[in-house]
């Protein structure tokens, strides 16, 4: 057995080296990288062959001062973190220190930069594993240059395996495309063997919605018009979430490959942010179309690992299935927009065509509407509505006496009776409505007469006053002054979600990242046989061995929830409630995901009541005891009035 021995610097450096630098590409980032970080708005990038004989990149970043320049050079020198905490909340792109170092062990470098203060600039070379630096003044406008020459120069078996000029340059080009569209504020210039290549213009992001144009103006130099025409704008939040960009539109036709995502500006690859886009379009893109993507995602420093990668191309999320939900509702809750205004235009044009037809007519009914009005209207009817042999039929309400007759596909029943108004309370109405009117003036000028029709008067909460005791909302609307409750109106909005679109079909499953497995007692067992079917329809794919249950998948709103304590506690009141009915269990539902313990916000609360006007107006106009009551001031006034 050979001895152990500590390794030489020459060969440690070389080792070091050839994790962070792979090729000539991997030096431009790194370089680039420093330059953002120093602050730079301006970088100009010169490439000789390839990057294989000459890489010089130029910034007008802050700087590196004169003694702290031959510093920049050694292993682990960096300004950028100081203590383990510093660790912990990673704002920069680099940090390890180890870029100048391990590019200056396997090539030659010429680091020459200066202050604001300094009269001239510095400069220092360094050539291989020797580390040996000279130092000397020159002329140098604010800023930092580097310079690499001869890469691999002192490895040739690295050197040999390097690709064609072509191949290696076209690396570089796909790496400052990344960068460029991860920073529209800095201007980028491209050159390859002194002929300018790319040129990227930076834009003022400060003002987003004046430099729209801009924007897309430079998303296109970068990505291409098809890319640019065909794509959806994604702008999504939550808590301390946020998710932004460009997704392609489902259902066209398509050649963009464009799949880039950032974490807080960082360039990654991440299996979750993966999992997620594409199962938000698993059943809407088509076969032969491409998936396409420009995203942005920001988050807590705090709750992310960006150490652990040699490139810094992979991260660890501290909540990684919350960050996956997040970014699956964004890009579905984008995607049904885009579906909704298709339909809307569709709408709008058969109502020119058929122009003596009402609104009414056109919108339609969605399926759940049943549902969802006999939900608010009343708990106490005599009839419900049941699946048997996919068809539907009515009975009257199950009893004791008639529950052992029915089949295990006879245990689900939903309302019937109910007279539904012919609006439709959703975002599709609203969008509707404002896209008839946007384009009113456009159709008049065609001479095409439209049909006149009544517009109901819309009810809203107008305005929200304050926030007393963090859970309810002091508002101001056209019946008066009222204290409403938040959570209860949150509540509602869980039951929408809960309440199958297609009572065939039911939710739909979302697979759970890993599925959970619990032990049931013999009741639960039971219960769970007894339920199977209600359950299916609620979204829960769920496998039994034994007395062992292996949960697959849940439906959306329920994601979040911890199945190993919410499951059991499901089939308690199932078996507590034998004759509970659908209806009856989404809302037992609802009141158990919703989070009780909330504060609100105005912010909060405004956000939660738009969508509240939006798919439940009959409410306003009604709403509920439990959920708003009006203050009565009359005595108050008395009291002031001495009356």
Known sequence: ????????????????????????????????????????????????????????????????????????????????????????????????????????????????????GQIEGWQVYAEGHEMSFTLKPIAHPIGTTVEVFDLFYNTPVRRKFLRTEKTEFNHIDEIIRRIALSRFDVKINLSHNSKLVRQYRSINTKNNIKNEEQYKRRLAIICGDNFTRNSLTLYWVKD?????????????????????????????????????????????????????????????????????????????????????????QGLINTLKKQKNLQQCCQQYDQLIINKTQKINSIVGLQQNSVVKEKLFKSYNVDDCLFIKNNTIGTMSKFNKSNINSLSETDSLYYPNKVEVDNVIFSRERVEFDQKLLNNISERENKNIAISSFSIKQNYTFSKILTIYLKKFALIESYFGIGLLSLIEAKKYLKINQL??????????????????????????????????????????DVNIFDSEIIIHGVSCPLRSQNMVIFFPKLLKYLSQNIFCQLYDLIIWIADQIINKEQVWTITNAMHLLIDFELIYPELIKKPPKKLIQIIDFQSTIAALTNE
């Open 499 to 540: 309440i199958p679109a297609d009572i065939n079909k039911g939710l739909k499953i979302q697979p759970l990242l890993m599925p959970v497995k619990l032990i049931l007692e013999d009741w639960e067992i039971d219960t769970f046989y007894r339920v199977k079917i209600l359950l299916n329809k609620l979204g829960f």
């Open 1 to 116: 057995m050979s001895e152990i021995r500590i390794l030489s610097p020459k060969l440690v450096s070389q080792i070091a080296a050839g994790e962070v630098v792979e090729r000539p590409s991997s030096v431009v980032k790194e370089l680039i990288e420093n330059s953002l970080d120093a602050g730079a708005n301006s970088i100009d990038i010169e490439i000789d062959h390839g990057g294989v004989t000459r890489i010089r990149v130029h910034d007008n970043g802050i700087g590196i001062s004169k003694k702290d320049l031959s510093l920049a050079l050694e292993r682990h020198a960096t300004s950028k973190i100081n203590t383990l905490e510093d660790l912990t909340k990673i704002k920069s792109l680099g940090f390890r220190g180890e870029a100048l170092s391990s590019i200056s062990s396997v090539s030659r470098l010429i680091l020459t930069s200066r202050v604001d």
């Open 240 to 328: 301390d979430l946020e998710i932004k960009g460009w997704i392609i539109r489902p259902n066209l036709d398509n050649n963009s490959k464009f799949q880039y995502y950032y974490v807080n500006g960082r360039i990654i690859r991440d299996r979750i942010i993966n999992h997620a886009i594409r199962q938000a379009y698993a059943d809407v893109l088509q076969e032969e179309q491409n998936l396409a993507y420009v995203l942005y995602l920001n988050i807590d420093p705090n709750n992310i690992d960006v150490n652990v990668h040699p490139t810094k191309l992979e991260i660890r999320f501290h909540q990684s299935r919350l960050v996956h939900d997040f970014i699956y």
